[in-house]
């Protein structure tokens, strides 16, 4: 281990329930359990947050997800992808990234997906209601997911932020991920 | 019996798009377009918009380069103001500008380009990803990594966001350089141009394995245009337009932008949402003209830094003043982005870059707007109308790819005549359809002011309209 704690919240903001992440990674960069933790926030994942993630302790990804009904959320750990595909693009799944992380730099911490379902991705940067009231449960889940795997490693995941600029700037602005 | 094939979308671009091939009653190409497929309308969105929130507003068109919005926006809206702003905003705007520059022409070389250039046009699509590249090239790939991270930091220490920064504003930039983050830039300099050094090294050497590509992708005689200085020499910010026709001849010279409209003509299809713009006096549609990098590299007498000067140097020698190949794009990008890297050390080592006075204020002093600045993928021109209140009341927007519309049409059915050879599609002829584009790194999202992945769909069309083959991805 590292580095410290990184928390990625990525979506678009502009969409509703899409930016999911983006309102998670507000609150948890305030949030005093995880003090010391680099809180991150973009639209994609991007090739760029590898180095990042290379020399974390621990990462958390929080993005929206279609898959899952409105008003709830999953917490999966991501395994490394062994093929990032056929279409490779400018942004990357998490199991493409750990997997970019891994070949770059020889490493990649335990890394966590926390997906919660949506009601819509209309134009809006409002939550809707039903995810609105799962946020702080969602935040909840990212604080209690630090402090149980910092428990464990008996590192102290909030000492050490992983680096201090990361511009994993922008892309798509307006690019759905939910 | 003729027919057609459609590719849709195309992917490893920015935004949607679909390309349809039309063969003719012998099976051989007839035809082929590059259609975009989406639109959001932001000259229209902004109507009835105070002028001071366009820059604001214009950044959002694109998440790959809000930088170049903002300053094309903020320029127009400098003019609505009749302001001038102060030398240290300007020089602040052209770092931040040339960053934009560096990080979206990384984007392009490494991230989408690169998987071609190592593995090669028919290779499999499993491996030709950046898994593939970091695999077998880690260099390459860390330092594609690292030069759009050089980028992105720039944009967002001085920006103080990572996205949408609205630090230049009308009238200049809302807030002076400190100089510990002037210092940050400059520590990360070095490793940057050598980064991206290696790349035009690594570039330089496989270059003679795509003689073939070279010879059909998008090779064909046009008209160059580009921002230049006063001595002729590229100008990313500011400036005056130079147009080059194929034979090294100036077709226009010290071309105010701001009378882009005596000079240039927009035209539209209905099969594209994307605006085809074109040199009036050679008209419709002859008149193709190209812009972005390799128009950059070609029309500038000098770039004006050291390395960069040495690399253009170099790119002369080897496919002589005005190549006529579009797949030169890639080899002009990595001289453009080493020209950036190299001038905002210059600029932020300047003397007065830390002063505190980089913003003039003033009010609604005119009723008319055009900025023009260099963007990655080429000349970018905002033109704004506003009545007396500064409501805007019209908005023209001319975007690098519109520019290259013609050109990448054109370029697409070259490829299309040289590698579709049935009616009946393949991964490798997919693929340099698809790649023909990717040389002029199209921003669909820029250009159609639109929502949109990466996307695309190609199909193969007969003379009856029947859809003969199809992929999508």
Redesign the interface.
Known sequence: MTGGVLVVGYGNALRTDDGLGWHAADLLADDPRLAGATV????QL???L??DISVAALVLLVDASHALPAGTFTVTQVER?S????????H?SPP?LV??AH???GRAPEVFLVSAGVESVELGDRLSPVVEAELPRVVDAVAELVASRAAMTGADPVAEPAVT????????????HA | MSSKIVISPVTRIEGHSKITIHLDDQGEVADAQFHVTQFRGFERIVQGRPVHEMPSIMARICGICPVSHLIASAKACDQILAVKPPPTGVDLRRVMNLAQIVQSNALSFFHLSSPDLLFGFDADPAQRNIIGVARSNPQLARDGVGVRRFGQQIIEWLGGKRIHPGWVVPGGVDAPLAAETRDRILSTIPEAIAAIERALAWYKSALVQWEEEAASFGDFRSAFMALVDKDGNVDHYDGLLRVMDADGKLLADRIDPTTYTDYLGEAVEPWTYLKSTYWRTLGYPEGVYRVGPLARVIVAGQLGTRRADMELDEFRRRLGRVPSSSFHYHYARLIDTLYAAERIEELLRGPDILSPRVRSFAGINSNEGIGVSEAPRGTLLHHYKVDDDGIVQWANLVIATGHNNLAMNRSVRQVAKRYVKSAQLTEPMLNRVEAVIRCFDPCLSCSTHAIGEMALHLQLIGPTGAVLDEIKR
């Open positions: 991150l926030q973009c639209h991007m090739p760029e590898a180095l992808a093929d990032a595909g056929t279409t490779w693009s400018h990357l493409s997997a970019l070949e770059l730099y600029a990361v511009a994993p700037a922008d892309p798509a602005a307006e690019r759905t």
